[in-house]
Nanobody
Framework: VQLQASGGGLVQAGGSLRLSCAAS????????MGWFRQAPGKERDFVAA????????DYADSVKGRFTVSRDNANKMVYLQMNSLKPEDTAVYYC?????????????????WGQGTLVTVSS
């Protein structure tokens, strides 16, 4: 599985961005997908996850109510809509794929990772 994240950029606090993740998997619908982020000098943190059919999602407390994860299995895409962005959301954002039954937040459980896209939120 190859993953390609895009959509990052520079935005002012309070603004919005939508990240996209394109997957090359032959059967995309079997994969649960996650978004993680890594700020400079910090560890990679869980942001959001969505199960294979899009019916189950999970979010980090820091983004609940502001971020929305979704997927389009027909086009092998996963999205992260980010609203009300804050400077502390500044990070490189990664999408990842997990071949399991549940939506999980532990990064070590994910099998494949994209290259990351940089989001910078100015104050």
């Amino acid at each position: 599985v190859q993953l390609q994240a895009s959509g990052g950029g520079l935005v002012q606090a309070g603004g919005s961005l939508r990240l996209s993740c394109a997957a090359s998997a032959r059967t995309f619908a079997i994969w649960n997908m996650g978004w993680f982020r890594q700020a400079p000098g910090k560890e990679r943190d869980f942001v959001a996850a969505i199960n294979w059919d899009g019916r189950t999602t999970d979010y980090a407390d820091s983004v609940k109510g502001r971020f929305t994860v979704s997927r389009d299995n027909a086009n092998k895409m996963v999205y992260l809509q980010m609203n009300s962005l804050k400077p502390e959301d500044t990070a490189v954002y990664y999408c990842a794929a997990y071949r399991g039954r549940a939506v999980v937040s532990e990064s070590h459980l994910y099998d494949y990772w994209g290259q990351g896209t940089l989001v910078t939120v100015s104050s």
